[in-house]
T-cell receptor
Framework: DAGITQSPRYKITETGRQVTLMCHQTWSHSYMFWYRQDLGHGLRLIYY???????DKGEVPDGYVVSRSKTENFPLTLESATRSQTSVYFC?????????????FGQGTRLTVV | DAKTTQPTSMDCAEGRAANLPCNHSTISGNEYVYWYRQIHSQGPQYIIHGLKNNETNEMASLIITEDRKSSTLILPHATLRDTAVYYCILNAGGTSYGKLTFGQGTILTVHP
């Protein structure tokens, strides 16, 4: 199916465990992003990628690792999950446009760290 | 990117136009005004964006003042499905391309 998909949709993990959230887009967009949204707050940028093998930190990168070996995939790894990382995680993609461009968001992954 | 100010919440009757204001008095010349919305628990959805001219698409209209210090998103005939949080965001592109800074947004409630 065309679009941007995240998996899993829901995840419960224990403190200290490593967990990877997956993001896949079918448009071959250059840019991909990871945001987190805590209860009652707006989204905050964790990491972004301008192209395959190019990634950079956003506003709240600590405790997260990303990679982008293929244009269509942008996994987010929590190396040692903490309760403060309980959140809803959104992946997005976009392409550079001469007049700006819209970002397309996935449906989110709800992560609970217990 | 410069900051935006939006009302915390607004109400609108179904079928009427919803006019959502946004102040961005420190906007830079190369910053676009973007509007996104987030319906409960879903990923944000792009609505419209513009630089200095008014814009219209199938979802909404965007009116930007001549001095670009404020803008208004207009949903011409609001429906119950338009109930959502609406975010006004500035983004310049270049090194900040696509890195959206979400504020608290405006909670729009459309009533029957």
């Amino acid at each position: 199916d065309a679009g941007i998909t995240q998996s899993p949709r829901y995840k419960i993990t224990e403190t200290g465990r490593q967990v990877t959230l997956m993001c896949h887009q079918t448009w071959s967009h250059s840019y991909m992003f990871w945001y987190r949204q805590d209860l009652g707050h707006g989204l905050r940028l964790i990491y972004y990628s301008a192209a395959a093998d190019i990634t950079d930190k956003g506003e709240v990168p600590d405790g997260y690792v990303v990679s982008r070996s293929k244009t269509e995939n942008f996994p987010l790894t929590l190396e040692s999950a903490t309760r403060s990382q309980t959140s809803v995680y959104f992946c997005a993609s976009s392409e550079v446009g001469a007049r700006g461009s819209e970002a397309f968001f996935g449906q989110g992954t709800r992560l609970t760290v217990v | 990117d410069a900051k935006t100010t939006q009302p915390t919440s607004m109400d609108c009757a179904e079928g009427r136009a919803a006019n959502l204001p946004c102040n961005h008095s420190t906007i830079s010349g190369n910053e676009y005004v973007y509007w996104y919305r987030q319906i409960h628990s879903q990923g944000p959805q792009y609505i419209i964006h513009g630089l200095k001219n008014n814009e219209t698409n199938e979802m909404a209209s965007l009116i930007i003042t001549e001095d670009r210090k404020s803008s208004t998103l207009i949903l011409p005939h609001a429906t119950l499905r338009d109930t959502a949080v609406y975010y006004c965001i500035l983004n310049a592109g270049g090194t900040s391309y696509g890195k959206l800074t979400f504020g608290q947004g405006t909670i729009l409630t459309v009533h029957p």
